[in-house]
């Protein structure tokens, strides 16, 4: 079955990876960046179960819409007959459900409500279902995937997957009755063209260049204790043994600047100070040369995408 939008990273988990790994985050920067992380493989767990299915259905993964406010869903399943928001939730522990408020076990302190959070997705999208002429029924569920989750007190009247259900979950997505047309392809479309990269939701601290730590990230383990062997041209993390061509690794370092500091111009001085341990000046300007628009010249020259 298409999953017509794979789930990527959102800039501020990104950005918010960037900077854990390059500064000391503020406490409460680094628990809202440890929650990022942790919904996020529980979205990539949930993706793994519904990539297993074999019926007619459209999958689109990490929406974030607009109607009269913006909304997200971590993922919806079109099918030929109802649609199926799913919000879902990687909460690890003993919780309690009492008076329709969710808590920890033993606290008095509530959580966010995951099923207030369905119940938006679906207040926002039906009228924009409708503008865009259809009137499909909404039967989402808030799906708990963590096999350490327990939830006492759940009552049997809401929308809520355990995670000991979720195999029975995928089988009832298996089994409906589901033939999509041209018409459902283009409703999918028209979402995913929807789709706001730039989410208002999003929590950053402040930082600046200067205070923060300089050379390649690991695309493993995020370590900055990474060298250079020059004889092989490779990046070789000291902390998980991870290789990488210099060449490659120099290019992760100009899409991090670009995110990290969008007005910031890309000049090969920038991207040497960056990486820090790429000694060669000459490596950076070619990488450059061969993968960015470069503008003026000598001394005055920096570098764009190419459109």
Excluded at 79 to 88: K, R, S
Aim: hydrophobic share 35%; glycine share 4%; aromatic share 10%.
């Amino acid at each position: 079955m298409p999953t017509l939008k794979p789930r990527t990273k959102s800039k501020e988990y990104q950005i918010l990876s960037f900077l854990n790994a390059r500064m000391d985050l503020p406490a409460t920067d680094k628990l809202h960046y440890e929650n990022l992380e942790k919904g996020y493989k529980g979205e990539l767990f949930f993706d793994q179960l519904t990539l297993m299915l074999q019926n007619d259905l459209y999958i689109l993964n990490d929406l974030c819409l607009q109607t009269n406010g913006f909304f997200q869903i971590d993922t919806l399943i079109i099918a030929q007959h109802t649609i199926y928001p799913y919000e879902i939730k990687n909460h690890e522990g003993d919780y309690r459900y009492e008076l329709g408020n969710f808590y920890p076990k033993l606290s008095k302190n509530e959580i966010s409500n995951p099923l207030h959070q369905l119940n938006r997705g679906k207040l926002h999208l039906r009228p924009l279902l409708k503008s865009l002429g259809f009137y499909l029924p909404l039967e989402g569920d808030v799906a708990f995937v963590n096999p350490n989750f327990t939830l006492y007190q759940a009552p049997l009247n809401e929308p809520i997957i355990h995670p000991t259900q979720l195999n029975n979950l995928m089988k009832k997505l298996n089994e409906i009755p589901s033939k999509l047309t041209d018409r459902h392809k283009r409703l999918a479309d028209q979402l995913i063209s929807m789709h706001q990269t730039d989410c208002p939701f999003t929590r950053l601290p402040h930082y600046s260049y200067d205070q923060l730590q300089k050379g390649p990230l690991c695309t493993d383990c995020y370590s900055l204790l990474c060298f250079v062997d020059e004889s092989k041209k490779i990046l070789v993390c000291n902390k998980c043994g991870h290789k990488e061509l210099v060449d490659l690794a120099v290019l992760r370092c100009v899409e991090e600047l670009e995110l990290l500091f969008p007005d910031m111009k890309i000049t090969t001085n920038l991207v040497h100070d960056w990486c820090g341990v790429v000694g060669s000046k000459k490596t950076i300007r070619r990488v450059l040369m061969q993968n960015y628009k470069s503008i003026g010249e000598r001394h005055y020259r920096y570098f764009e995408k190419i459109k």
